[in-house]
């Protein structure tokens, strides 16, 4: 038997931002994350409109395309990174097409904690959210004392 650390509901009821300038990549990703029981989903696909979309609903985790017209997700990537105080800890999920060894070394270099090929597994891309927002719940829980 394993010990939960995180309540499901509390990883559930955290805030999402997904960002892709494909109406129908934000629909499945809605659809995925509302079958898995998350609430909270916010998403764009202008992403000139993803900065201030960042910083208003301070989100807990970043579903971020890398290429869109316009502005990045690199773009992105640096901006939210100068947004973010040094000590915090809001993950970034890349899903992108461009599977090149550069743009998932230049995306994790720029702040992505993870990092998922399009097309991408629904339940693959639902577990990797999950443990990502489990580590910001903990890192909060020890920032807290």
Do not use: W
């Not at 994350?33 to 900065?51: Q, V």
């Not at 201030?52 to 502005?71: C, F, K, N, W």
């Amino acid at each position: 038997m394993t010990m939960q650390l995180v309540a499901p509901a509390e990883i559930t009821s955290c805030r999402i931002l997904a960002i892709d300038d494909e109406e129908a990549n934000v629909l499945l990703l809605r659809s995925v994350l509302e079958r898995e029981g998350y609430t909270d989903i916010h998403c764009l696909t202008d992403p000139k409109k993803a900065m201030r979309a960042y910083i208003e609903l301070q989100p807990d985790i970043v579903l971020l395309d890398l290429m869109m017209p316009e502005i990045d997700g690199f773009e992105l990537l640096e901006a939210f990174s100068r947004h973010d105080r040094a000590e915090e800890f809001r993950p970034i999920l890349v899903l992108t097409a461009d599977t090149t060894l550069q743009a998932r070394r230049r995306a994790l270099s720029l702040g992505a904690k993870d990092f998922v090929a399009k097309p991408f597994d629904v339940i693959e891309v639902g577990l990797r959210i999950a443990n990502l927002l489990e580590t910001r719940i903990l890192y909060r829980h020890l920032r807290a004392g």
